[in-house]
């Protein structure tokens, strides 16, 4: 599955309604969402204000809001602190509930197998992309080098199709992931808890990955907001970057 640099249909995106902290549930991906999307993860910026942001919503929607990413929930903790109560790591491979985190284990079997050939790729100098292991995952970066885009795609498709595991592609990335998991289970194993249950779901993100989301959103009542320029999406409303999902965030907070 790749983004379509090229709209094969017409689409018609309009600017995010208002942010109600009462009535929506709030599942928000995080590169290229709450933050730029950085050469490589771990240089990504995360500011006082963002999580000062965050950690605020959290409150005013009485907990109502999770993060959903493709980051692991350790490495999401790390950056915005521990105290968030919903957080769906490595595409809902994990999650957590409150002081309880639950794993996939059952389907990580074949990664230290993938991992080990790559290693052995990357001993060679056959492996151009930064290597990130998330137990559940391993997600191959080429932002730094993009003319070897269809090197790691290749040799991903390769251990894929040999160890059983799923090609997941998102911006500069491809992973080769364990188990059935997407952003879209992820979004309706929280939308069965309080205390989200009782309310109108809006998924935000900016990857082909979160389209998982916008279907699973639209299925439970609620709606899609795509981060970015538009192109086609199960979204149906838009806002242009990280900075304007701050400030449409911070309106809600303040209406
Ligand atoms: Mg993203």
């Not at 985190?101 to 100098?125: C, M």
């Not at 911006?171 to 289970?185: N, Q, R, S, Y």
């Amino acid at each position: 599955m790749r983004v379509q640099s090229t709209p094969q249909h017409p689409f018609d995106l309009t600017p995010a309604p208002p942010l109600d902290v009462r009535q929506h549930a709030l599942f928000l991906d995080f590169d290229g969402t709450l933050v730029e999307i950085a050469d490589r993860p771990h240089d990504v910026i995360v500011t006082d204000t963002l999580r000062a942001l965050l950690t605020d919503l959290h409150s005013a929607t009485a907990s109502a809001l999770a993060l959903i990413s493709g980051r692991t929930i350790a490495d999401m903790e790390s950056l915005l602190g521990e105290q968030f109560a919903h957080i769906a790591g490595v595409h809902g491979h994990e999650m957590k509930f409150g002081d309880e985190v639950r794993r996939d284990e059952a389907a990580h079997s074949p990664i230290p197998f993938a991992a080990a050939e790559i290693r052995v790729l990357q001993r060679n100098e056959q492996m151009p992309a930064l290597v990130e292991d998330k137990g559940a995952s391993l997600a191959l970066h080429y932002r730094h080098a993009p003319h070897a885009e269809q090197q790691v795609r290749r040799i991903a498709l390769d251990i894929a199709a040999r160890r059983g595991l799923r090609v997941l592609e998102g911006k500069m990335v491809i992973e080769l992931i364990a188990g059935p998991h997407t952003k879209g289970d992820a979004l309706m194993n929280f939308m069965r808890t309080p205390p989200f249950a009782a309310r109108t779901p809006i998924m935000i993100g900016d990857d082909v990955t979160d389209e998982h989301g916008f279907r699973a959103a639209r299925a439970a009542g609620g709606f899609g907001i795509l981060v970015g320029p538009p192109r086609p999406t199960d979204a149906t409303h838009c806002l242009a970057d990280p900075a304007a999902v701050h400030a449409w965030l911070q309106a809600g907070l303040t209406r």
